[in-house]
Each structure stands twice: as structure tokens, then as C-alpha cells.
């Protein structure tokens, strides 16, 4: 099998993405198959693409040889559960459940069905992060020191969106917080502090901008900050110190070009993140379907999922008591396991 045929749930602006890498741009990944909640969005878009559509989950799974789901949050886990009934190895957007318990019975099911699981943590499949994080896991940094990030998005997500987003740690920071993990190493201690510089956030129990303290297993310091509406642009930056050298990732321009005018130098900047990250996008695809097709293991998988979950609700219970939270990570057969029973304020 030279192509994995890959069927798509979900068509949202998530599913719309992922519906442009599958239906030209992964070399190993072609589109099998649309499918959506709603029917009449399912048979426009496969029209669009000149591809087959369905009704359900299940004539899904039976027109593909693997899935993307790119549904709501709460359908994620009860998905993936059937894939993995099915035989079918999936990617599946974050998090994999609001719900802990569901998250881990999910990530079980795939395990004991022997098929693959990845996670969309994007970054991950980023030329920028992947190469700093080769040098860094090659031992040219050295022993890391300090870790810092940045996600600002430049306008805050509708307040539709937001009532089901799980807050801002869940849904912003564990992306950072899985980078964290990826480039530096185990979290031990997590203290959070936020704020709503927006009421509306306050009024639905939510912040808007936040800082997070991180301290890692290996003695290094992180610091993560946050903001649903930096106003300029969309910024995604990280830094990562050590003691033989320091990798920087910054946000790239839209453009390649300066223009000058006197007494200034101007360059436009990404508006979101489906700017900041189309090769990115395309790019954890084609990782999924070359793992599936050559049956290794995905660079972002389930128990991945759920540590950095496992860490945005540490961050959360740090915001809402005020104190610093403490982590146990323990490796076990499956990977590492940051149960919520190990986290103490």
C-alpha cells in the first residue's frame, strides 16, 4: 500500500484544514471519505472534492483505511473507542476528553486493539520545533536551564466557542505545556496565575491571560505565558536556554519582505494560527500515514495526550487555589502517568 486512504470526521474549521492536506498536499494520505454531524455539509463538501460522503461514523470507518477526527471535544473519546473496535488506527484532534477517565479508557482501547493513536499537537510536525527539538535531544544545548514560550492569539474565539472550550488551560496552554514535555523533559511543579482583562471571560468563569511557572524533573525552570487577544497578531515563540547554547523559535511574517518608510521599518504579521502553521498541518498527516503504513510509533500518541491534560488541570487547580501545584510522574509500561490522585496543592 503505497497511499493510506484516509476518511475525515468532523468538518469544522479544524476538519477544513485537514480536508486540504488529505484531498493533494501528503504525499502517503489521500481522502478516502467525508463525514460530519450534519448531512447537508457532509454531501456539499465531498461534492466539492469529488470524493464519497456518509451518514455516519460506522460507513466512515468501513470506506477507510484510517480515520482523522476532527469532531466536538465530547464525541472524541466515544470515536476513538470505535475506531479501535474496527481495526482502524486514527489521528484525532486535542484533547482526546474533557473527561480523564474517558481520556485513559480511550487510549486502552487503542492499545489493546493494537492500532495507532496520534494526537494533534502540531507543533510537534513544525520544521522550526522539529529541528531545534533534534539539536536539543541530540545534546548540543547542553543541560537545559530555562524554557520560555509564548501563544497569544490575536482575537479572542467567539463566546460559542469558549462556553465549551474547557477553559484557557485546557484548550491554549496544553499545547505549550506538551512542547515543555517534548523539549525539556517531566514536570514537577506547576504554579499558575490568571487574569480576565475582559469581564466576559470572569462572568463564564474563564481568564483570558495567563503566566505559568514550571519547574522540571531535571532541575530547569519553564515559563509559559498566554493571551486570548494580544491584539497585533498571532504569536507563537519559544526559547529554550542551556549551558552550552540557547535555540529560539520565533513567529515567522506573512511576508519575506521589510517595507521602509523614514523612521520605520514595517513587516506584516500571521493573524491565527492557520496561517502561522499550513506545513505544520500537512505535515502531521503525512506522519500519521507513513507510521501507519510502516507500522511505527506516532511522535505525539495518546499517553501524550493525557500528560499534558494531566498538566493544564494542575494549572487549573493552581489558578483557582492560589498555590503551586506538585506532580509525580511515573513511568509505567504504557508511558509516563501523571494521575490525578499523584497532583496535591
Not at 469581564?199 to 519553564?222: K, M, S, Y
Not at 506584516?268 to 496561517?275: I, M, Q, S, T
Request: with cysteine; aromatic share 6%; net charge negative.
Amino acid at each position: 500500500m503505497s497511499r493510506l486512504a484516509i476518511g475525515l470526521a468532523g468538518l469544522g474549521r479544524m476538519g477544513r484544514i485537514h480536508l486540504g492536506s488529505l484531498a493533494g498536499r501528503c504525499p502517503s494520505a489521500e481522502l478516502a471519505c467525508v463525514y460530519d454531524v450534519d448531512p447537508v455539509v457532509a454531501e456539499q463538501t465531498a461534492a466539492e472534492h469529488g470524493v464519497p460522503w456518509t451518514a455516519s461514523f460506522e460507513e466512515l470507518l468501513d470506506a477507510s483505511d484510517a480515520v482523522a477526527i476532527a469532531t466536538s471535544t465530547a464525541s472524541h473519546a466515544p470515536l476513538i473507542v470505535e475506531a479501535a473496535s474496527a481495526g482502524k488506527s486514527m489521528f484525532c484532534e486535542k484533547p482526546v476528553s474533557a473527561d480523564r477517565a474517558a481520556a485513559v479508557a480511550a487510549v486502552e482501547a487503542v492499545e489493546q486493539a493494537g492500532v495507532l493513536l496520534q494526537v494533534g499537537f502540531h507543533r510537534r510536525y513544525d520544521p522550526d520545533w522539529a529541528a531545534a527539538a533534534r539539536r536539543i535531544h541530540d545534546g548540543e544545548l547542553g543541560e537545559v536551564t530555562l524554557f520560555r514560550t509564548s501563544l497569544r492569539d490575536m482575537t479572542s474565539p467567539p463566546p460559542s466557542f469558549l462556553s465549551g472550550s474547557g477553559g484557557l488551560f485546557a484548550d491554549v496552554t496544553v499545547h505549550d505545556l506538551d512542547v515543555a514535555r517534548w523539549l525539556v523533559g517531566e514536570v514537577v511543579e506547576v504554579h499558575a496565575h490568571g487574569a480576565a482583562a475582559d469581564p466576559a471571560f470572569g462572568e463564564i468563569g474563564d481568564i483570558d491571560t495567563a503566566v505559568v511557572v514550571l519547574r522540571f524533573e531535571n532541575g530547569a525552570l519553564g515559563v509559559i505565558d498566554n493571551s486570548r487577544s494580544a491584539g497585533y497578531g498571532y504569536e507563537c515563540s519559544t526559547e529554550v536556554l542551556g549551558t552550552a547554547a540557547t535555540a529560539r523559535i520565533d513567529s515567522p511574517h506573512r511576508h519575506g519582505y521589510e517595507w521602509r518608510t523614514p523612521g520605520l521599518a514595517s513587516r506584516d504579521l500571521v493573524r491565527d494560527f492557520e496561517e502561522r502553521y499550513p506545513v505544520a498541518y500537512t505535515a502531521e498527516l503525512e506522519a500519521f500515514a507513513r507510521c501507519v503504513l510502516d507500522d511505527t510509533e506516532p511522535l505525539a500518541a495518546g499517553r501524550d495526550a493525557i500528560a499534558a491534560s494531566d498538566l493544564a488541570e494542575a494549572a487549573t487547580r493552581s489558578w483557582r487555589t492560589g498555590a503551586a501545584v506538585t506532580l509525580t510522574p511515573r513511568r509505567t509500561a504504557a508511558g509516563i502517568d501523571y494521575s490525578l490522585h499523584e497532583v496535591s496543592a
